[in-house]
């Protein structure tokens, strides 16, 4: 009897497709950290979709605070759709920016999601900032 592992063998194009995909809607948090550390930050926002507490204790640096469970047509209005809204949560152990880009991009916006989370974030020495959250203006 051969191993379950190999029970469902995929084609190297499946593989392609299937892991492509998957990369068009992840950020790492390495390459991530360099863009913030050269500068880069013109077209995308960071955002926490934990609650205003989480974002107090600790958020990305220029993160914005839009917790999933608060995302509507209306909270979102000021929102600038030419951008792409990078959520984050947690760890791989928390939903909430799933969440929070499944609820951005019914919406109708451009998302994607930080691997790991803050903590695979604060994992590899990466800076974080904390404070109440204010309200974010483009």
Same mark, same amino acid.
């Given at each position: 009897? %051969?191993?379950?592992?190999?029970?469902?063998?995929?084609?190297?194009?499946? *593989?392609? @497709?299937?892991?492509?995909?998957? /990369?068009?809607?992840?950020?790492?948090?390495? =390459?991530?950290?360099? =863009?913030?550390? =050269?500068?880069?930050?013109?077209?995308?926002? /960071?955002?926490?979709?934990?609650?205003?507490?989480?974002?107090? @204790?600790?958020?990305?640096?220029?993160? +914005?605070?839009?917790? &999933?469970?608060?995302?509507?047509?209306?909270?979102?209005? =000021?929102?600038?759709?030419?951008?792409?809204?990078?959520?984050?949560?947690?760890? +791989?152990?928390?939903?909430? *920016?799933?969440?929070? *880009?499944?609820? /951005?991009?019914?919406?109708?916006?451009?998302? %994607?999601? /930080?691997?790991?989370?803050?903590?695979? #974030?604060? *994992?590899?020495? &990466?800076?974080? @900032?904390?404070? @109440?959250?204010?309200? #974010?203006?483009?």
């Amino acid at each position: 009897m %051969k191993p379950r592992i190999l029970s469902l063998p995929h084609e190297a194009a499946n *593989a392609v @497709e299937y892991f492509g995909r998957e /990369l068009a809607f992840e950020v790492d948090p390495v =390459d991530l950290a360099q =863009d913030l550390a =050269d500068g880069r930050t013109d077209g995308y926002v /960071l955002v926490e979709t934990r609650s205003p507490g989480a974002y107090a @204790e600790a958020h990305l640096p220029g993160a +914005i605070c839009l917790p &999933y469970r608060e995302m509507t047509e209306e909270s979102t209005r =000021d929102l600038d759709r030419n951008l792409v809204y990078v959520c984050y949560c947690e760890s +791989i152990y928390c939903n909430a *920016a799933t969440q929070g *880009a499944y609820r /951005l991009a019914q919406l109708g916006f451009t998302v %994607k999601r /930080l691997s790991g989370g803050i903590t695979t #974030w604060l *994992a590899h020495g &990466y800076p974080t @900032e904390a404070g @109440e959250p204010v309200p #974010w203006t483009p």
